[in-house]
């Protein structure tokens, strides 16, 4: 039996023993998260900068040549984040994050890979994963391009 999810097509078997089984036909998408805050930004020299920045520029050019990272993103600081709410039908817009914590999300990766072992490889060979840890969400499904 086929079937569609988000934009990927499943096979579902049923081995021997009559447990079905939904077996990957096309890549899977996955987002790695990295969080920081300013404290540990300036705890960098800026004499290591360059060479930090140098590497995770390599790690992107060797994803992406490879069709698996899709996109790299950083985001602003903590006091650029703000929160939207829908108050009387109007947008309420107050600071944000909306988590008091100490670390928030720094920067993210999209990745398209053809097996979960594969976008784990990956995410260990981010530049600073012997540091910091990569969160690692795979994700559940996408909007359909045409809508």
Known sequence: MLRAMGGRADVMTRPADGVHQLERK???K??????????KWASIP?????????????????YRATGELIGAYG?????????VRRENGQPA???GPY????EYIASFY???CESEERALQIAADMPFADVDPVEFWPILHEAKPDL
């Open 26 to 28: 096309t890549p899977v």
């Open 30 to 39: 996955y987002l790695l998260l990295i969080y920081g805050n300013q404290e």
């Open 46 to 62: 800026a004499a290591e900068w360059p060479e930090a920045i140098a590497r995770q520029d390599a790690f992107n050019r060797k």
């Open 75 to 83: 985001l602003a600081d903590e006091i650029q984040a703000r929160l």
């Open 93 to 95: 817009v107050t600071d």
């Open 99 to 102: 988590l008091e914590t100490k």
């Open 110 to 112: 999209l990745l398209d």
